[in-house]
């Protein structure tokens, strides 16, 4: 007996950056109706939506806009999915990075094509940088130096 096709209607994929971590869903949007109902949520093609609020509302910046479209813009893929993300913790720098992360790793499933383009602008690879834990006796910082005696 021939296996079934799965019907896709997402392509998941996870993005990191320090204490952040991101799951991303691309969804394939109907030709018809343009959106997709994602729970009790209605996305239509081409949004964002970061932890059930507007890309706009959750990064108003301008550079966090462009920086959070780029992947979507070197594919060209900016009105082709619809787009559900959820992240938990970190701060907005991380989740902004970690975003990035799993939009292109996302990608990347969808063409495998695509990797090449967003290997070169270095947008799949993690950032390893993380915070350095304190150490015992340096006074509550990490990189602050024992205290000499005055005597």
């Known amino acids: 007996m021939p296996k079934k096709k799965k019907d896709i209607t997402y392509y998941e ?3 990191r950056r320090r204490e952040s971590t991101t799951r991303v869903r691309l969804y394939i949007v109907s030709k018809k109706d343009k959106s997709v109902t994602v ?3 209605v996305i ?9 609020k507007l890309s706009e509302e959750y990064f108003p910046a301008e550079a966090e806009k462009q920086t959070l479209i780029k992947p979507l813009e070197l594919t060209d893929s900016v009105d ?4 559900s993300i959820l992240i938990r913790g970190g701060g907005k720098s991380g989740q902004l990075d970690a975003v990035v992360h799993g939009i292109s790793r996302a990608l990347c499933i969808v063409d495998e094509e695509y990797r090449p383009l967003l ?12 915070r350095e834990r304190r150490k015992v006796g340096k006074g509550g ?7 000499s005696p005055k005597r």
């Open 13 to 15: 994929a996870i993005g």
């Open 39 to 41: 729970g009790k949520t």
């Open 44 to 52: 239509k093609q081409g949004a964002i939506l970061i932890n059930d």
């Open 80 to 83: 082709r999915f619809a787009i």
């Open 119 to 130: 290997k070169k602008e270095g947008l799949l690879t993690r950032d390893p940088r993380v």
């Open 141 to 147: 910082k990490a990189r602050r130096k024992k205290q």
